[in-house]
């Protein structure tokens, strides 16, 4: 008996794949002419143009393959173009383009010397096609844009938005959400546009001047739902180019620097519905009161620890987030000192997330007489900074072991960009380990050590002692033992060691860290009715109603 793939309706087979990696929509693309039709609106919806990641790292020794990817992109562009807006190209929903400045000006040209030539003395490969290229692939995408029509997201990252390509975007009539990341938009006045979801960030010779404040009109506050200001000198120009704006429907909010109180004071007394409030790089001499009528639904705020006590009244407060540098470590007095000045207040907080900070069994009792009805507690530990050591990048080469770069003659046809590339090899996701991590794997030895790798392929071993031990042994002996008082209410606890977790270690390499401790924790947390327990290992541990404790290995 014969069973028709026809027989299953086409939203089954849709919700299958809903959620499949591109490699996997890529090969059932190619089982059956009804996979075909219901994949490829799935393979095209997002697009990406990534210039900016071509151009870094740039160099003699992988200049080839990043001219023949930037290729096909501009033949991908053109080829989408060629579809039509009643093509595939209508079920394009997303772009992401970014370009850096022409790699020509990221050299100084000594005077009376060939631009071709000095950066061949200099080891440099050729990049004048790379430049041509990048051109193509902006001109192609302004001009073709509008055959998207069912565009939902763009987002743009150093790209000069002029007059034409903002008549561009205002002919998008389903565009909901547009990101400008260090993009020069000129001209500043023009069409509003009825959008969801705005970010922007200013360019760095704008960066340099936050006190400019010529008007950027861009936004029609009144539609928006979420918004992120990155950049002091467009916060101002944006709220100047809105006039006197008002966010009815503004949910979420972030900024970031934030240099004037009274700027966030203006945003929230106009932001009548605001839910999520993120504030990050914050002026140490930032000082601020907060109206609980001017956001009365505010209930997930992240700031630094010096202004939560600015926020800690408001009573619809749920989760929290304290923020600080990367390089920062918060002395634990710090906390103590913040939060001595809200034991009296009535609070209604559930999670909270703190971060780099030495966790001590005082800490946690803190934490459970300021917060007594938290359900979730987050707190990252910098132990494994001082137990570790630092890590150091050496460079890849020095400028003196370079060599000129052979001639080589580059052929560009767009009509085999494609040909001898395997498919999957056209997709930047992953299944399975390729075989080069797995060479890379086999290389590395056996004995107790941390291996970091960085996206530029630097690898770093860091050598781990055999007995560890401080302040974080003590802290799991304590809660193996029942020595601390935790909130009542906690189901979730995370102890994290960011330095440990983040990095790309196999199981093997890590599992001796506290491993008899942690198990331990585990079982004292979990009577006392814990849910969910993560520790520095970064392995977490859901308790089943059952009372049976199940280990989810993050690996």
């Known amino acids: 008996m014969t069973v028709s793939l026809d027989l299953f309706p086409t939203e089954l087979w ?50 080839i393959h990043r001219t023949h990817a930037l290729h096909r992109t501009a033949v991908r562009l053109d080829r989408l173009a060629a579809l039509g807006a009643d093509g595939l190209a209508s079920s394009v929903r997303e772009w992401t383009v970014s370009s850096p400045p022409p790699l020509l000006h990221q050299w100084t040209m000594p005077p009376n010397v060939p631009a071709g030539l000095f950066l061949t003395m200099l080891g440099i490969p050729p990049i004048d096609r790379f430049d041509g290229l990048r051109q193509r692939v902006l001109q192609r995408f302004f001009a073709n844009i509008g ?15 002029n007059a034409d390509a903002r008549c561009t975007l205002a002919a998008l009539l389903n565009l909901a959400e547009l990101s400008l990341d260090r993009c020069d938009i000129t001209p500043r006045d023009g069409m509003l546009l009825k959008l969801q979801r705005f970010t922007i960030s200013a360019p760095e010779y704008r960066a340099a001047q936050p006190t400019a404040t010529e008007a950027l009109e861009i936004v029609d506050p009144r539609t928006l739902t979420h918004l992120n200001l990155h950049s002091t000198c467009e916060t101002h120009a944006f709220l100047a180019g809105c006039g006197q704006p008002e966010f009815p429907r503004l949910i979420y909010l ?18 009548p519905q605001l839910q999520s409030l993120i504030l990050r790089s914050i002026s140490p001499g930032l000082a601020l009161e907060i109206d609980a009528s001017f956001v009365p639904d505010l209930h997930t705020l992240t700031t ?82 001082h137990v570790v050591g630092g890590i150091h990048k050496e460079p890849r080469y020095h400028a003196t072991q370079r060599a000129p770069v052979q001639a080589v003659e580059l052929q560009l046809d767009d009509e085999n960009a494609f040909a001898g590339v395997c498919p999957d090899e056209l997709s930047s996701e992953s299944e399975d380990e390729d075989e080069g991590a797995q060479s890379t794997q086999s290389r590395r030895p056996a004995h107790k050590s941390l291996w970091a790798e960085y996206p530029d392929g630097v690898e770093v071993e860091i050598p781990l002692p055999d007995n560890p031990s401080g302040t974080y042994t003590d802290l799991l002996r304590r809660l193996a033992h029942n020595l601390i008082a935790l909130p009542s209410s906690l189901k979730i606890l995370h102890l994290i060691m960011p330095g440990l977790v983040d990095m790309n270690t196999s199981r093997q390499h890590r599992s001796w860290y506290h491993t008899a401790q942690e198990e331990a924790v585990v079982a004292a947390l979990a009577r006392q009715g814990l849910r969910e327990v993560r520790l520095a290992r970064g392995d977490s541990w859901k308790v089943s109603s059952g009372g049976e404790v199940d280990r989810i290995l993050r690996l």
């Open 304 to 385: 630094s620890l010096k202004l939560l006590p600015a926020f800690m009244h408001l009573l619809a407060l749920r989760r929290v987030t304290v923020v600080a540098n990367s390089d920062e470590t918060i002395p634990i007095e710090d906390f103590k000192e913040a939060f001595s000045g809200i034991l009296d207040i009535n609070l209604g907080l559930r999670f909270l997330t703190l971060p780099a900070t030495t966790c001590t069994a005082e800490a946690l009792a803190c934490i459970a007489t300021v917060f007594p009805g938290l359900t979730s507690l987050s707190i990252n530990i910098s132990e494994l900074v």
């Open 14 to 63: 849709l919700e299958c794949w809903l959620y499949a990696p591109k490699r996997r929509l890529r090969r059932l693309s190619l089982v059956c002419r009804l996979f075909r039709s219901l994949c490829l609106p799935l393979l095209i919806e997002g697009q990406t143009a990534d210039i900016a990641a071509l151009a870094d790292g740039y160099s003699r020794l992988n200049w």
């Open 254 to 271: 972030s900024l970031h620097p934030l240099f004037d109180a009274n700027t966030l004071l203006l945003l929230l007394e106009r932001s």
């Open 147 to 161: 055959i998207f029509r069912n565009l939902r997201c763009l987002s743009l990252r150093g790209i000069s938005v």
